[in-house]
């Protein structure tokens, strides 16, 4: 069975401030696919934010993000992480990790979710 866990990361931070959202793979070993992380805001659909393709030769991110969030993977652990940086209130919204889809210029069908994180960029 197939599950994405996301371990840690979301909560309240302070615009201008860190948080890393990790999220851990059972079922299925994530070196072998392109991995992303989407977002939905309240009132918005989802989005894409970043992904990295299977080799990690490819990585998309949304231009809203470029510069301040990296997405990687720990093969390890066999799990993939969000570092997002110096964030800004319009970054809140609910996130969610993703295996298993296509990530070149764009970011879609991916086939596996992990549960939401709620993140929150407020003073």
């Known amino acids: 069975q197939v599950q994405l866990v996301v371990k840690s990361g979301g909560g309240l931070v302070q615009p201008g401030g860190s948080l890393r959202l990790s999220c851990a793979a059972t079922?299925?070993?994530?070196?072998?696919?392109?991995i992303g992380w989407f977002r939905q805001a309240p009132g918005k659909e989802r989005e894409g934010v970043a992904c990295t393709s299977r080799s990690d030769s490819s990585t998309y991110y949304t231009d809203s993000v470029k510069g301040r969030f990296t997405i990687s993977r720990d093969s390890a652990k066999n799990t993939m992480y969000l570092q997002m940086n110096n964030l800004k209130p319009e970054d809140t919204a609910v996130y969610y990790c993703?295996?298993?889809?296509?990530?070149?210029?764009?970011?879609?069908?991916?086939?596996?979710w992990g549960q939401g994180t709620q993140v929150t960029v407020s003073s």
């Open positions: 993703a295996a298993d889809g296509y990530c070149g210029e764009s970011m879609a069908d991916f086939g596996s």
């Open positions: 079922g299925l070993i994530l070196d072998y696919y392109a």
